[in-house]
């Protein structure tokens, strides 16, 4: 790659965009990372990831819940290996989970959004233990006509402290951990970590970046998820931090490994596509109030969701997070990977989608006759 700042010429459209945003915003940044079949096209950052502090493609961002990709890989690496099944019920491996009418509910149901415990009550995740948490989600009533597997709203935190806790119970350690050892490390992810202990937290504390967001409301940011204590919390829908560059990785690999091209993503190509292909197709979504379509793990067909618009295809997946604006990618189609935190330079769903748009067309411009 070549360029100015690290943006090859093909993507200086997208550079003098954020530049502008910058321009009336100039204390926030922004990191994108894209390739096209595996060739990195861009890796790149603008403005500041703290007060007087540039953002670099090395800063490590808030990943929000981008992260819960990592975690349904985890799982399903569980799944390849023999120790759980997608059709297993929960509660036989977590016998707490039956409580209130969820007794039936699936591993594959949770990974879809289609368990019916969305209800999070409580003063927050980071204002309480992650046992606490788990108790409380494992002791949520099945909401009311709610049929696990057929009716679908998106599961914000519930489904991921459930999937943690399964985790655990198999490989009894701490989630954050077993994520790593079975995900990250296998991907060359050394700078992705869902928790720090006080010594890795000393050393990458220099590099991490102050999550923001704008909406209706104005900029919002939020120092408080880069210190010590957030970092060491444990917080399993969207506490995680690294760089887009990794996240790429993930995604780069995974399109690898559904390719049959070898690589080293850590699942088999048959687990691998079950992860990625729809399990209802699109339909009602009781959270979104449109119709999605879900993976085992991620959102299908991403110009259906929040923050992507309309270039991608059927078959791409993804997920994307409020927290930070991050939005990351992969369509098999095109061979397409973006993965991007744009913080408070954009302002929604709709302004995340117009520059996701832009920043997949400079990649198919970049690589011309590229099939």
Not at 59 to 87: H, Q
Request: glycine content about 12%; some cysteine; aromatic content about 8%.
């Amino acid at each position: 790659m070549s360029g100015v700042d690290g943006w090859p010429p093909v993507f200086r459209p997208c550079r003098d965009e954020l530049a502008r945003r910058l321009s009336e915003r100039p204390t926030l940044g922004a990191q994108v990372c894209v390739s096209r079949n595996g060739e990195r096209l861009l890796d790149a950052a603008i403005g500041y990831a703290r007060p007087g502090i540039d953002m670099t493609p090395d800063s490590m961002l808030y990943l929000s819940c981008a992260v819960k990709p990592l975690i349904a890989t985890a799982v399903c690496r569980l799944v390849d290996e023999g120790e759980l099944a997608f059709g297993d019920r929960v509660a036989d491996h977590l016998p707490e989970f039956a409580a209130g009418g969820k007794q039936d509910v699936t591993v594959e149901d949770v990974l879809t959004h289609a368990g019916g415990f969305r209800a999070f009550r409580g003063p927050g995740p980071y204002a309480e233990r992650f046992q606490d948490v788990l108790a409380r989600v494992l002791s949520t009533e099945l909401e009311e006509d709610w049929i696990p597997g057929r009716d679908q709203g998106y599961h914000q935190e519930t489904g991921w402290y459930v999937l943690a806790a399964l985790l655990e119970a198999k490989r009894a350690g701490d989630y954050a951990e077993t994520v790593h050892e079975l995900v990250c490390a296998p991907l060359g992810m050394t700078s992705t970590r869902l928790t720090m202990t006080p010594d890795v937290y000393g050393t990458v504390s220099g590099r991490l970046a102050v999550p923001s967001l704008a909406d209706r409301t104005g900029i919002r940011r939020l120092p408080y998820l880069i210190t010590r204590i957030a970092c060491a919390t444990r917080v399993p829908p969207f506490g995680a931090y690294g760089p887009m560059s990794e996240l790429a990785r993930f995604y780069e690999q995974a399109l690898a490994r559904l390719r049959g091209a070898g690589g080293c993503f850590p699942l088999s190509r048959t687990v691998t596509r079950a992860m990625v292909e729809s399990v209802r197709g699109p339909c009602p979504d009781l959270t979104w109030r449109y119709d999605c379509d879900y993976g085992r793990g991620f959102f299908r067909d991403l110009s259906r969701h929040w923050g992507y618009a309309d270039r991608w295809s059927a078959s791409s997946f993804g997920m994307a997070g409020l927290i930070g604006h991050v939005c990351v990618g992969a369509d098999p189609e095109s061979g397409v990977v973006v993965a991007a935190s744009f913080g408070g330079l954009t302002s929604g769903g709709q302004d995340c989608g117009e520059l996701m748009n832009q920043l997949y067309a400079c990649a198919l411009a970049g690589t011309p006759g590229t099939p």
